[in-house]
């Protein structure tokens, strides 16, 4: 049951624009702003081509490449990838979103994509994402040549599994990581970290963020104590029967229970992968695992996690 989440567009902001055709600049200049900018234009979609991912599969976005940015005053939601991700995962969505008149930017975090795995699994990931998160900002608002059409008070939010702790982190969380090191059965990266007696980075805030989508993010460090610090509107997506990283569904089902506030909170009878877009038969045959839905009725024992790390 792979689909688009397009309930969120209401809680991110509150109208967009007519529909329109997804515009898309690629953002290559700056290893550090690896990723791509969709936004409404008035041109027929085609399709872009990013070629190999370097896991046997080509890949392509559907748009315009550099169409003329169309409207005034749009609202803006940047995209956080999940571990070991990329900034088109939720293409689909992202696609959809500037076709309603949004401006999405997502792009890779480095250190922590498919290609690229220096900072996977430490504690330094979760200072490192966050200020990636503010980095896009910062070059959205300020750099970006068509920054004027961006609306600086319509600011949302999108995460993935740990693209959603990172978003939770710059919404003012502070992770119980004395809850995570007593329960951690690992012995490397973060819980070796903490095991060791290593102080956990101090994540940055940003204020500018008006409104989030969180979708399936791992649970472990994430008590209803810490969770009253989000004090923004935001919706909370968990998948039914979990996945890799987020175990059997059941830690998101006690979170969604201490969020606070009255958030709208959507369970989607699926696996953790469901949030993905849908795979090209070619990336279904390069990475099955993340391609196939948890059949209906299962009990998602398959997906319960052994380990207690953070991912």
Known sequence: MRRTLWAFVIILCCL????????????????ALSGAIWYPCAAEPTHVALGSLSVGADFDLRGVKDCPV???????????HGRGGFFGQHHDTAEA????????A???????????????DTLSVLESRPADMVHLLDFLLNDWKDRAVI??????????????????????IKPDFGRLASLCKETTGSCAQLHRGE??????????????????????????????AIKIPFQFWRSQFGGPGVGDGSGTARVADGLPGKPEVHVVPAGHFAFLAPCSAELAAAIPRI?????????????????????
Request: net charge negative.
């Open 291 to 311: 391609c196939t839905d948890v059949p209906a009725g299962s009990t998602g024992q398959a997906f319960t996690a052994s380990s207690t790390r953070l991912w």
């Open 97 to 104: 979103l500037a076709d309603a008149g949004f401006v999405v």
């Open 199 to 228: 102080a956990p980075p101090n994540a940055p805030q940003d204020a500018r963020i008006r409104a989030a989508v969180i979708v399936d993010p791992p649970s472990t460090t994430l008590t209803r104590e810490n969770l009253a």
């Open 151 to 172: 609306d600086p008070a319509g600011i949302g939010f999108f995460g993935f599994s740990l693209g959603d702790f990172t978003g939770l982190l710059l919404m003012g």
């Open 70 to 80: 169309r409207g005034a005053k749009l609202p803006l939601i940047i995209f956080s």
């Open 16 to 31: 967009g624009t007519p529909a329109e055709a997804a515009g898309i600049q690629l953002l290559e200049s700056d290893p």
């Open 106 to 120: 997502a792009i890779n975090h480095p250190g922590d994509t498919y290609s690229d795995s220096s900072r996977r």
